[in-house]
Nanobody
Framework: QVQLVESGGGLVQAGGSLRLSCAASGRTFSSSTMGWFRQAPGKEREFVADISWSGGRTSYADSVKGRFTISRDNAKNTVYLQMNSLKPEDTAVYYC???????????????WGQGTQVTVSS
């Protein structure tokens, strides 16, 4: 079992930055691939980024590549999403999730946080 709690969302102007955090509890965090997803109103939940259990592998959606950085600190049971050069189209609820193997598909993630709202104004 993994419990996930996101924080760090808020309102920011276009071009600004935010850092999201996801605090995890449970013995399997350090062996889980962690992902960030987002869901805008009226749209399906979509993949943003993921990171392997060791942090040695990361992948990103094309829409955020070069602007967002995912990282993790297994000693603190926390995964981060640094978001720079934010755009209005980044506005969404952001979720962190845990998977035994990692993928870009929602169905492959077993545990989810409650989400944190990110709003980017133009």
């Amino acid at each position: 079992q993994v419990q996930l709690v996101e924080s760090g969302g808020g309102l920011v102007q276009a071009g600004g930055s935010l850092r999201l955090s996801c605090a995890a509890s449970g013995r399997t965090f350090s062996s889980s691939t962690m992902g960030w997803f987002r869901q805008a109103p009226g749209k399906e939940r979509e993949f943003v980024a993921d990171i392997s259990w060791s942090g040695g592998r990361t992948s990103y959606a094309d829409s955020v590549k070069g602007r967002f950085t995912i990282s993790r600190d297994n000693a603190k049971n926390t995964v981060y999403l640094q978001m720079n050069s934010l755009k209005p189209e980044d506005t969404a609820v952001y979720y962190c999730a845990a998977s035994p193997s990692g993928s870009r598909w929602v169905r492959d993630y077993d545990y989810w946080g409650q989400g944190t709202q990110v709003t980017v104004s133009s």
